[in-house]
């Protein structure tokens, strides 16, 4: 089983729509859950982090992570077409990282 | 400030060769690690160097090696190439040990072996 598991996708949806990603992982000790963000041809870049459970908002941007679940989850709202781009979940447990192959992510103006 | 810079952006190789990859981090950050991307494996944690030391690594097997020079920069070694090993090759640099600090992707060397 690997440590981290997202949907591939692709997910597309039209402008203006609340946009949920989700990822499982396996470890119930995880404690540092990041989402990244990552444009064609450019390298990933940290959207949001956050240590334990429950939401973090930042913007148009709200990570949940629910540790009884071992579920973590990004939702965009107001979903504007600069966000089409494919969404990495991360975790970190110690100084290892582990990450989700992505969910591809297209908004349609 | 610039960003963390690759090259070369694209390699094409043949099985059996080796490959070398390099990596400039953003000014002042002293660790850079490797990460190789793939659409079936996605992101998987190659190694880390900090003050030319490798202080972590990933379960690659020992084909795949680095190095990191007194100013930083670090490069890559793929030997013995496999069709398996065409992947995005991704480095990212942070301030201090990435366990503790933010990393700042560069924008990949995109291999394909044929």
């Known amino acids: 089983q690997k440590e981290v598991e997202q949907d591939p996708g692709p997910l597309s949806v039209p402008e203006g729509a609340i946009v949920s990603l989700n990822c499982t992982y396996s470890?119930?000790?995880?404690?540092?859950f990041m989402w990244y963000r990552q444009y064609s041809r450019k390298g990933p870049e940290l959207l949001m982090y956050?240590?334990?459970?429950g939401n973090k908002e930042d913007g148009r941007f709200t990570a949940q992570v629910d540790k009884s679940s071992k579920y973590i989850s990004l939702f965009i709202r107001d979903s504007q077409p600069s966000d089409s781009a494919t969404y990495l979940c991360?975790?970190?447990?110690?100084?290892?990282?582990?990450f989700g192959t992505g969910t591809s992510l297209t908004v349609i103006p | 400030k610039a960003g963390v810079t690759q090259t070369p952006r694209y390699l094409i190789k043949t099985r059996g060769q080796q490959v070398t990859l390099s990596c400039s981090p953003i000014?002042?950050?002293?660790?850079v690690s490797w990460y190789q991307q793939t659409p079936g494996q996605g992101l998987q944690f190659l190694f880390e160097?900090?003050?030319?030391?490798?202080?972590n690594k990933g379960n690659f097997p020992g084909r795949f090696s680095g190095r990191q020079f007194s100013n930083s920069r670090s490069e890559m070694n793929v030997s013995t190439l496999e069709l398996g090993d065409s992947a995005l090759y991704l480095c990212?640099?942070?301030?201090?040990?990435?366990?503790?600090?933010?990393?700042?992707f560069g924008p990949g060397t995109r291999l394909t072996v044929l």
């Open positions: 990212a640099s942070s301030a201090g040990l990435v366990s503790y600090n933010e990393q700042f």
């Open positions: 991360a975790i970190r447990s110690g100084n290892q990282f582990y």
């Open positions: 160097y900090f003050s030319e030391t490798q202080r």
């Open positions: 000014s002042g950050h002293r660790s």
């Open positions: 956050t240590y334990s459970s």
């Open positions: 470890n119930s000790a995880f404690q540092y």
